[in-house]
């Protein structure tokens, strides 16, 4: 049985702000969510919750600080000074046991009919089962104050879903396929992006509390020419030399579908225009931005593109000094 104190990690003299930091630290650390594959981990956030459950209680806390109760909330003596036999006569008492002698011991989360099933072989009937039945009616039904332990749910079931870039930006709606057959439309949450889970409540296993949970993971997938960057989308443009100089509107493709962009006269390798709401979703439902980066594609060397480019700037020659702010 572990010391609460010890499992939070904190001394008998924190306060409720100590405790409370000291769970919110442990269980950010052992949450299930975060170590599906460590079932220590899972373990131990069980005890901590557990710990943090009665630390946090003021009067179990002094209970437990007392002797009264144990870390699981149970009396640690419920039969102290009845006697030395535990259900033997008082000195000058006859006939053993009476409900009365019970008077003045806390009843609260106390079972003990297995106690009493134990000692009396059974005798005892219907008492455990019926409250008020034998021992004069009423101790029964108060000893058993501590409720069983609600059946579990059955276990939850991982799912991976791997998504297009596209989709993931524009949050296309994906359909998934459970393990007992049937498909489901999921609608992408706002902010998404590689390793976003999603929880679909009652799509696991069946248990005796009910069924388990589905937990999607999102895996997106790369893209030939689009790359993310936060809430962004990059994407470099190729435009040719005569476009450059005289501008010119050139379609681009985005994530939503291609849209024309205005390329001003004079734009070099390297400027970026920016195309509003074109990015990824953000986790406050906007959106972020298409950034456009100008690369000027030159004819190749050889091609008849080039040799006619060449004919054309013969005995030209830029001035401009471009390497000039290098020192060059």
């Known amino acids: 049985m572990s010391d609460p104190y010890a499992t939070l990690g904190i001394s008998r003299s924190a306060t409720e702000k100590d405790i409370k930091s000291a769970y919110r630290k442990l269980a950010k650390e052992l949450h299930p969510d975060?170590?599906?594959?460590?079932?220590?981990?899972?373990?131990?956030?069980?005890?901590?919750?557990?710990?943090?459950?009665?630390?946090?209680?003021?009067?179990?806390?002094?209970?437990?600080?007392?002797?009264?109760?144990?870390?699981?909330?149970?009396?640690?003596?419920?039969?102290?000074?009845?006697?030395?036999g535990g259900f033997g006569a008082r000195p000058g008492q006859q006939g053993g046991f009476r409900p009365e002698d019970m008077q003045g011991y806390s009843q609260e989360g106390m079972d003990l009919g297995d106690i009493f099933e134990g000692l009396f072989g059974g005798g005892m009937g219907g008492a455990r089962a019926r409250p008020g039945a034998g021992m004069g009616g009423g101790f029964g039904g108060g000893m058993g104050g501590r409720r069983p332990p609600p059946p579990s749910k059955g276990a939850d079931i991982q799912y991976r879903l791997k998504i297009s870039f596209t989709d993931a930006a524009s949050r296309a709606d994906q359909r998934i396929t459970l393990s007992d057959g049937k498909t489901i439309d999921l609608k992408l949450p706002a902010g998404v992006e590689d390793g976003t889970q999603m929880r679909l409540k009652g799509k696991g296993q069946q248990g005796p509390g009910g069924p388990?949970?589905?937990?999607?993971?999102?895996?997106?997938?790369?893209?030939?020419?689009?790359?993310?960057?936060?809430?962004?989308?990059?994407?470099?443009?190729?435009?040719?030399?005569?476009?450059?100089?005289?501008?010119?509107?050139?379609?681009?493709?985005?994530?939503?579908?291609?849209?024309?962009?205005?390329?001003?006269?004079?734009?070099?390798?390297?400027?970026?225009?920016?195309?509003?709401?074109?990015?990824?979703?953000?986790?406050?439902?906007?959106?972020?931005?298409?950034?456009?980066?100008?690369?000027?594609?030159?004819?190749?060397?050889?091609?008849?593109?080039?040799?006619?480019?060449?004919?054309?700037?013969?005995?030209w020659k830029d001035g401009s000094g471009p390497r000039n702010k290098l020192g060059m």
Do not use: C, W
């Open 34 to 84: 975060r170590n599906k594959d460590n079932p220590n981990a899972t373990e131990r956030f069980s005890k901590a919750t557990h710990a943090y459950d009665l630390l946090s209680d003021k009067d179990k806390r002094a209970r437990f600080d007392r002797g009264e109760i144990d870390a699981d909330g149970n009396p640690t003596n419920p039969f102290a000074g009845m006697g030395g």
């Open 212 to 315: 388990g949970d589905g937990l999607v993971v999102i895996s997106v997938d790369s893209h030939p020419f689009f790359r993310r960057d936060g809430d962004d989308v990059r994407l470099d443009l190729p435009i040719t030399l005569d476009e450059a100089v005289g501008g010119a509107k050139v379609k681009v493709p985005t994530v939503d579908g291609a849209v024309m962009l205005t390329v001003s006269p004079g734009s070099g390798s390297g400027k970026v225009l920016r195309l509003k709401g074109k990015g990824f979703s953000k986790k406050n439902g906007t959106r972020g931005d298409q950034l456009v980066t100008l690369e000027i594609d030159l004819p190749e060397a050889g091609s008849d593109d080039m040799t006619e480019l060449a004919k054309r700037l013969e005995g």
